[in-house]
């Protein structure tokens, strides 16, 4: 089992909807989850992270975590076509401090 | 705002060539990183370096090498470049503990090796 899983995607959500974007941890303690959006061709760039469980909005941006079932979302409400681009999620790995695991990616795609 | 370089956007080299790309930080970071990232692999950690002259593997370190002589400096090296190392290299620096180890990525080298 991969440490950081995502649904690779494409997920396709009409412009103005809510897009979910999931990820599912396997490392228990793991303490710290971010995530980052990366449009083709160009580096990661950070939305968001979230250190608690429960819910921190920034925005259009929701991240949510749960510990015990061991997953953190990231909801984009008001979808633009801009938000179109591969979402990856980041969680700190227990193994080494300050070491980040990431995900494959989600591929969004935002419809007008 | 942080600033993280990497000396080529783009860069081709044939097989067996040794390879240096370079990773420049300039907010004084003591942790800095090698990623390459592969279509529907995701990034996968080569190298990391907590300090001057400290360097510990990541998950896929062999037919790599690093070197960290300075600070703000992250060199990667492929030793022998092999056609299964075409891929998109990413830089990364953080600061231990700021915003629970947040990392900022340099604009990536895509590598090709013929």
Redesign the interface.
């Known amino acids: 089992q991969k440490e950081v899983e995502q649904n690779s995607g494409p997920l396709s959500v009409p412009e103005g909807a809510i897009a979910s974007l999931n990820c599912t941890y396997s490392d228990r303690g793991s303490q710290s989850f971010f995530w980052y959006r990366q449009y083709s061709g160009k580096s990661p760039e950070l939305i968001m992270f979230i250190y608690s469980n429960g819910d921190k909005e920034d925005g259009r941006f929701t991240a949510q975590l749960n510990k015990a079932s061991q997953y953190v979302s990231l909801l984009i409400r008001d979808s633009q076509p801009s938000d179109s681009a591969t979402y990856l999620c980041a969680v700190e790995s227990i193994q080494g401090a300050q070491k980040l695991v990431f995900g494959q990616g989600t591929r969004l795609t935002i419809n007008p | 705002d942080v600033k993280v370089t990497q000396s080529s956007r783009y860069l081709v080299k044939r097989t067996g060539e040794k390879v240096f790309l370079e990773c420049v930080q300039d907010m004084d970071h003591e942790?800095m990183?090698w990623?390459r990232q592969d279509p529907?692999?995701?990034?996968?950690?080569i190298y990391?370096s907590?300090d001057v002259k400290m360097k510990?593997k990541?998950d896929i370190p062999e037919g790599y090498s690093v070197s960290r002589e300075k600070k703000e400096r992250f060199s990667l090296i492929l030793e022998s470049a092999s056609t299964n190392q075409t891929s998109m290299y990413?830089c990364a620096s953080?600061i231990?503990g700021y915003?629970?180890?947040?990392?900022?990525?340099?604009?990536?080298t895509r590598l090709t090796v013929l």
């Open positions: 942790n990183f990623y529907g692999l995701g990034l996968r950690l990391f907590y510990e990541g990413l953080s231990p915003s629970y180890n947040e990392q900022f990525f340099g604009p990536g």
